[in-house]
T-cell receptor, first 110, second 109 residues
Framework: DADVTQTPRNRITKTGKRIMLECSQTKGHDRMYWYRQDPGLGLRLIYYSFDVKDINKGEISDGYSVSRQAQAKFSLSLESAIPNQTALYFC?????????FGPGTRLTVL | LAKTTQPISMDSYEGQEVNITCSHNNIATNDYITWYQQFPSQGPRFIIQGYKTKVTNEVASLFIPADRKSSTLSLPRVSLSDTAVYYCLVVPPSDQFYFGTGTSLTVIP
């Protein structure tokens, strides 16, 4: 089984809809991250969390919110999706200087 | 926030050694340097990390000069399966990571 899992893997939604992307990990790491990747671009940090009580904004947090329900679960929400949020979203955990990435969620907002 | 600069793309023939250099001029004293590999539609995968001088593992080597303002990832004898995007990432204590756009490596038969 994968150590970092993301659901759903693919999602198509409409402008204005609320959507939640979920991330679970079995690695036991405290630090978790949400990134987005646009075609031809690198990864940009949206939010990160050191533990369930510590959540921080990243480079591009506007339009997103997160919830750290437990050490193992970190969810990303788009309250009102817009087309320019169409992207590939990755969740990651960290131990030391190494990050472990999930398989990604491909989100399309029409 | 230590931003990085890498070549956008590189080509190499199979069996050759490939060196990808990353510039990180404003690296701080406590920052580490890491490199990741990403295949299309997959999450990045950690390759190697270092603080200074040279680090080698079973996959790659990482060379860091004394001033630490750059680093070079060396892939020995590349194969077609090494075709991917390679990211240099400076890891600060603050977790404000900057991945940059990476280097797209194409290995030619």
């Amino acid at each position: 089984d994968a150590d970092v899992t993301q659901t759903p893997r693919n999602r198509i939604t409409k402008t204005g809809k609320r959507i939640m992307l979920e991330c679970s990990q079995t690695k036991g790491h405290d630090r978790m991250y949400w990134y987005r990747q646009d075609p031809g671009l690198g990864l940009r940090l949206i939010y990160y969390s050191f533990d369930v009580k510590d959540i921080n904004k990243g480079e591009i947090s506007d339009g997103y919110s997160v919830s750290r329900q437990a050490q193992a679960k970190f969810s990303l929400s788009l309250e009102s999706a817009i087309p320019n949020q169409t992207a590939l979203y990755f969740c990651a955990t960290r131990q030391g200087h190494e990050q472990f990435f999930g398989p990604g969620t491909r989100l399309t907002v029409l | 926030l230590a931003k990085t600069t890498q070549p956008i793309s590189m080509d190499s023939y199979e069996g050759q050694e490939v060196n990808i250099t990353c510039s990180h001029n404003n690296i701080a004293t406590n920052d580490y340097i890491t490199w990741y590999q990403q295949f299309p539609s997959q999450g990045p995968r950690f390759i190697i990390q270092g603080y200074k001088t040279k680090v080698t593992n079973e996959v790659a080597s990482l060379f860091i000069p004394a001033d630490r303002k750059s680093s070079t990832l060396s892939l020995p004898r590349v194969s077609l399966s090494d075709t991917a995007v390679y990211y240099c990432l400076v890891v600060p204590p603050s977790d404000q990571f900057y991945f940059g756009t990476g280097t797209s490596l194409t290995v030619i038969p």
